[in-house]
C-alpha cells in the first residue's frame, strides 16, 4: 500500500513508494504503453529501487484518494495507484523531473496536476548548494520527453515549460533512435504562473 501523503491536489496526491508498492511500479514498466515513452527497460522486483534515501532523489505515488484516506498509510482498498513522479539529482544540480500515468487515466488531467504537486515539492524542498560562501534557491527545474511523446511534451508546454535543447538520435526506443528534447522551468516563471493563476 502507498505510505504517507506528501502533498495534495484538487484530484489527486502524492504519497510515498513503499516496498508494498513494488508489484505495481514492476507491472506498470512492463506495459509498452508506459515503458516506451519514457524509456525505461523492463525490470524485474528486485531491480526497482524503493527508499534507497538517495540525497536529491524523490519518488512518489501519484494516487486517488478514497474519502476514508487519512495521511498516513492508507488501507489498500481506500487509494488508487495512477502512476508516479520522480525527482532526480537535486542536490547537486538542476533538479530533473520524470512521471508517468497509467494509460487508462491518460488525458484526464492528472499528469499536470501532478507535476504541478512536483515543481511545487522541488521548489518548497531543495535549494542549491553552496556556492563560495552564497547560498541560492535551485533557479529551475528540468525534464525531457522524447519528440515522438506529444502528450509528454504538451503537459510540460502547458505548465509554462520552455524547450531549451534537442539531443538528437539520442536513445533507441522501440525499434528506432528517437530525438530527446529538453525543457526547462524557471522558479520565476513558475511563481508568475501560480500567482495569475491564484489571482484569478
Known sequence: MPGARV?????????????EDVPFLQRAFANPGIRYPIGNPVRNREGIDVADDDAGSDDF????DGVDAGP??????DVRRLGAV????????RPDLGYWLVPE?????????????LVDHVFRTYDHPAVGAVAYDHP???????DFNDASRGLLESLGFA???RIRKDRFVDGEYVDTVQYGLLRREWREREDSVTSR
Open 72 to 77: 498516513g498509510r492508507p488501507d489498500e482498498d
Open 163 to 165: 524547450e531549451e535543447g
Open 7 to 19: 502533498a495534495s491536489g484538487e484530484r489527486i496526491t502524492l504519497r510515498t513508494v513503499e516496498s
Open 105 to 117: 487515466v491518460h488525458g484526464e488531467g492528472h499528469g499536470s496536476e501532478a507535476v504541478s504537486l
Open 86 to 93: 520522480h525527482v532526480a539529482d537535486a542536490d547537486w544540480r
Open 140 to 146: 529551475a527545474v528540468g525534464a525531457v520527453a522524447y
Open 61 to 64: 505515488l501519484v494516487c486517488l
